[in-house]
C-alpha cells in the first residue's frame, strides 16, 4: 500500500509502502531524480506503478538491488538510459575511524563565491555525466541558495585560488550526504583532498553522527581517498541517467 507525501519543493513527492501489518517496506522520492529504498519485490512493483506517473525523471538512484529491480520493471514503457552506473560503492565515516590529518583552514563557502563553485561544480558534472548545468542561467542561483543553507564547503588560498570543495547533502538522524567532492585539476597531487576532507569532517562531527558517500567504482584514485581517511565500504549503490 503506497502512501504519499510533499517535500520541501512543489513538484517534490515522497510516497511510502506499508505491508498488511502497516511496516514501511519502501520509500521514493520523486523529483527531478527518482531515489529508492526498498526492501522487498512488492514495494519496489509499487514504486514501478507510481513512476509512470513521473516521466521527466533525470535519474534513478539508490542501492543497486532496489534500482536494478526497479528498472526491470518500467523499462518497457520508459525512456532508455544514457548512462548507467551499475557499481557505486557506498562508504560511512564515523569520527572513530576518520584518520589523524593536520587542520587546515576549510569553511563553509560565503555568497560572493557562488561563480567560482557553480564553475568548479559544473565542470565536475560535464566530466563525469556528459552535460553541462552551466548552461541553465538558474544553476549559479541553485548555488548560491546552497550557500545560504550553509552546504558548501571549500578551501581556498591566500591568493583566492579554491583547493578543494564539496557540500553536504541528504542528512538524517543517522547520516549525512558528502556530494560534489572536487579538487580543480591543476591542483591535484598536493594531498589537498585528504586535508581538507577530513578537516571538514571533524567540523561536521560535532552534529553529525556519521558521514556517508558514494563513488563510481572506476575512481579508483577517489577511492583510495575515501578509504585512506577511514571510510568503511557499507554497500553498493547505481545510478541510471536520463537524457
Known sequence: MLEGGHGSAALDEIVLNRDFRGRVTGLAYFGM?????????AAIDAIAVEAR????????VGPKD???GLWQRVRVWHAQPAIVRAEQPLYVLSPETLADEPDVD???????????????SGAMILGELGYDPRVNGGY????????????????????????????????TRATAQIQGVWTPPDRRG???????????????????????????DFNTAAIALYERLGFTRVGTFATYLFP
Open 33 to 41: 531524480q527518482l531515489v529508492i529504498a526498498a526492501d522487498d519485490d
Open 53 to 60: 506517473k513521473h516521466r521527466a525523471l533525470r535519474s534513478f
Open 66 to 68: 532496489a534500482v536494478d
Open 106 to 120: 576549510v569553511r563553509h563557502a560565503r555568497e560572493d563565491e557562488a561563480l567560482l563553485i557553480a564553475d568548479h
Open 140 to 171: 549559479t542561483a541553485g548555488v548560491r541558495r546552497a550557500i545560504a543553507h550553509g552546504i558548501w564547503w571549500v578551501w581556498i588560498d591566500a591568493q583566492g585560488e579554491l583547493r578543494f570543495q564539496c557540500n553536504v547533502g541528504p542528512r
Open 190 to 216: 598536493h594531498g589537498y583532498a585528504s586535508l581538507a576532507l577530513a578537516a571538514i569532517a571533524r567540523r561536521l562531527f560535532a552534529t553529525e553522527a556519521t558521514l556517508s558517500l558514494y563513488v563510481n
